[in-house]
């Protein structure tokens, strides 16, 4: 069984299906596309088509060419199609326990038990909000990148928005065009070269997790997966001058924000890009999550469960894993595993 059907769902069951094993996605969403569902409006991929794709199928669009949320959207939908995934939807996976030799998984939809499960929920529905204080105080709008759809209610306003990452980047350079902005960050933020993109991003991952898996030193080398990168919005954003930004600020008023120098400022809306937090209530019940979020894991296999993989989570379940075209190599992975545990 697998828990989820975004695209680290998906790319496992592309290779499940390779295998024999009769399976099945049990997904949350409505229709497909996983989180690239609630993304904003505007968004862009930071890689071109070819190289933002899922194991079997390019992308449409060619080298070049960075496509919108939308085109995401349609190529994850037709992906499912193209490969007739058994996908079960809306499920609502409450919780997996052990029962006897398989995982018991309940749903608002039912009960299933499989031999394998693998958990590919990402993190989309636990964003994360850091505590500041005075944060309950503050009369103004609040909300997460999580919940951000597009500046028009924003215009004339003065907007804060914090975090450091291409998020609060791409988010900034559009509300920017229609409010007076102030960027908020731990530390500066780290631009990449006009010239680099998501595919120089992976290759950099991928010569790292080879070096390690040959027992090599690992090259230090500059630019990673969570610098901004350079897609036309935030060029423009430089270009006019906005892409500038403050280090966090100390406490919240009910007005606006101080920072450690006294100086306070008036805001009137917060966006809070800082991140998610892997969704794994679900398997608390297994005795598996450990308290700062995370499953020890071999591989992509738990230590403390072995009927258990998770595929898609991040670092720690493979390099580039977040991603649409990093996600398969441990897919692929995971696929064979649990092919040859269950022979």
């Not at 998984?105 to 994360?128: F, H, K, Q």
């Amino acid at each position: 069984m697998i828990i989820g059907g975004g695209q680290a769902g998906l790319a496992t069951a592309y290779y499940l299906r390779r295998t024999g094993l009769s399976f099945e996605i049990l997904d949350a969403e409505d229709g497909p596309g996983g989180a690239w569902r609630h993304t904003w409006d505007s968004l862009h991929l930071f890689s071109p088509a070819r190289f933002s794709s899922l194991p079997g199928w390019i992308m449409p669009g060619g080298p070049d060419w960075y496509p919108p949320r939308d085109h995401a959207l349609k190529y994850i939908a037709e992906y499912e199609e193209r490969y007739k995934l058994p996908i079960r939807r809306p499920v609502i996976v409450k919780r997996v326990v052990r029962a006897a030799d398989r995982l018991r998984i309940e749903t608002d939809a039912g009960e299933w038990a499989a031999r394998a499960v693998v958990s590919a929920t990402g993190s989309w529905r636990r964003p994360y909000l850091p505590h500041y204080p005075g944060v309950e105080h503050f009369r103004g709008e609040q909300l997460h990148s999580a919940d951000y759809r597009n500046p028009d209610c924003f215009a004339g306003k003065r907007v804060m928005i914090v975090g450091g990452g291409n998020s609060a980047a791409q988010i900034l350079a559009e509300v920017s065009r229609v409010a007076e902005t102030i960027w908020a960050t731990l530390r500066e933020p780290t631009f990449l070269p006009d010239h680099i993109d998501g595919r120089d991003l992976f290759d950099r991952a991928t010569r790292r997790y080879r070096a390690e898996q040959a027992g090599e030193a690992v090259e230090e080398i500059a630019g990673g997966l969570g610098d901004i990168v350079m897609v036309p919005s935030v060029r423009e954003a430089r270009d006019r001058g906005v892409l500038r930004s403050v280090r966090m600020f100390e406490r919240l008023t009910c007005h606006g924000a101080v920072w450690p120098d006294g100086v306070e400022r008036a805001i009137d809306a917060i966006i809070w890009c800082t991140g998610f937090r892997p969704a794994l209530d679900h398997l608390i019940d297994l005795g598996v999550v450990e308290p700062n979020d995370y499953v020890e894991t071999e591989g992509t296999r738990a230590v403390r469960e072995p009927r258990l993989w998770l595929v898609g989570y991040g670092e720690w379940t493979g390099y580039a894993s977040a991603t649409l075209i990093g996600v398969g190599r441990s897919a692929r992975q995971t696929a064979a595993e649990i092919a040859e545990t269950l022979a």
